[in-house]
Every structure is written in C-alpha cells, then in structure tokens.
C-alpha cells in the first residue's frame, strides 16, 4: 500500500511538473538568452542554464512547501549565471556578446540586472537581496544600462569592430 | 524621456523574438534531475548508516571498558594490616 501510494505521489508530482515546465520554460529561456547575449536560434548556453535551474527546481519539487517554483527556478538561474559570469568574464570568446542580441551591449552584471529588474519585474530590494549588492547600487546599475541601451555612444562601434579583428 | 518611460522602451526592446523551447528539454530536465534525487538520497542513507555504526561502535566501547567507573589508584599502595 505503500509502494501504491508513493507511486501515484510520483505520477502527481511528474504531471504537476510537466506543467509547469510547459508554462515557464518559453519564457525563462529567453531571460537566459537576454543574460547570456546569444541569438534567439543559437543558444547553447542558455539552455544549459535553462536545464540546469529546472534540474535544480525538479529536484527540491517536494521540499517547496507553498514557495512559487517559478521563483525558485529564477532565482537559481540568476545565481548560476552570476558565478559563470565571474569565473569566465571575457574569457576565450565564447562569452563575447552576439551582435543580434538586444542586450549585447552591456556587461554581464548589467544585462542580469535590467533581466531581473524589467524583463522579470523582480523588485529592486528582492534583486539586490539575490545578488548580495546594496539597494542603491542596483537602482544605478538599472539607471546606467537603461540610458546605455536606449542611447548607444558612439564610439562603440569601432572598438566592437577592433575586437572582431584581434584574433584572428 | 522620464523612468517609467524609460523602462518601458527597455521592456519593448528586450521582447524581441523569443527563442525556441528545444522539445527534449523536459526529459533532459527530468533525467538531470532524477540524477540529483538519487544521489542525495544515497548520501542522506549513507550518513545515517555512518551515524548508526558510530553508535553502535560507541555502545559496544563503553560497555566493554566501563570508562564511567573510577580506575584502581596506582599510587597509594592498598591499605592493609589495620
């Protein structure tokens, strides 16, 4: 009887999955192809973050006790992301931003700001929480990449062109 | 241009074309996933084990050695021949 009912616990629990991956994958892959800068049709990375953050979130389904998954599964997306940037910042290419990406033109910590704060409408105490910066600092980060993206400077242009030159 | 505003143009750009959810996602998530449930239980079964053998090793010890009964003193001779 036991085995019984630990075996519908688990088809309740797998279709309860399902579901909400089916609801929240479309929309927390493009936050990962927004934080990883690649082009909507090529984004290796921001799958592996989508698998990863959904592994996680399956794994602790059980231990949520009322907490929103979609939460949980952000939250470990954005610090996942956070560490991968700091440990590859700049680092043999692969990171560097693709020119069709809307966020291509800010740094790491920037692009996973405005990603929480406007895409994801994550509030800016709860964003400062999960990335261990002062309020204030987020507010300027936010500020600072807005009027970046709607008002590229110009001299952008010729040093993205140098540094398409300097490998090869 | 006020922040409101602002933001919002933000939030337009960032909508673009959103990409494609690729179809094996769900069951990669959930082999992943499934990894890492059984790997912590493994460990939580494994602990406990340890935890049960450390009593167990304990009990017998303590049992054998009675280390709660003061030892025989070793430097004043017995007294005898009162």
Not at chain 1, 89 to 99: F, K, S
Not at chain 2, 51 to 63: K, P, R, S
Request: proline fraction near 9%.
């Amino acid at each position: 009887m036991v085995r019984e009912r630990q075996v519908s616990q688990g088809a309740r629990r797998a279709r309860e999955f399902d579901a909400f991956v089916a609801g929240a994958a479309g929309r927390l892959l493009h936050a990962a192809t927004l934080l990883t800068a690649e082009a909507p049709d090529d984004n290796p990375r921001a799958r592996r973050l989508l698998t990863l953050s959904l592994a996680h979130t399956y794994a602790c389904w059980d231990r949520l006790r009322g907490e929103d998954p979609y939460d949980r599964a952000r939250q470990y997306l954005a610090s996942r992301f956070a560490r991968g940037a700091w440990h590859q910042y700049g680092g043999l290419g692969r990171a560097r931003p693709h020119p069709d990406s809307p966020l291509g033109a800010l740094a790491p910590q920037e692009r996973l700001i405005v990603v929480l704060r406007l895409y994801e409408g994550v509030a800016e105490e709860q964003a400062a929480a999960l990335l261990g910066l002062p309020t204030e600092r987020v507010r300027t980060i936010c500020e600072r990449a807005t009027a970046r993206l709607l008002h590229p400077p110009r001299s952008a242009a010729p040093k993205v062109a140098g540094a398409k030159v300097a490998p090869s | 241009m006020n922040r409101p505003e602002r933001e919002a143009a933000v939030r337009r750009i960032m909508e673009g074309t959103p990409p494609q959810v690729p179809p094996e996602l769900y069951a990669d998530v959930v082999r992943r996933g499934g990894r890492m449930l059984r790997r912590r239980r493994t460990a939580r079964r494994l602990m406990w084990l340890l935890l049960c053998a450390a009593v167990v090793a304990f009990t017998v010890w303590a049992l054998m050695v009675h280390p709660w009964v003061e030892p025989p003193s070793e430097t004043t001779p017995p007294l005898t021949g009162w």
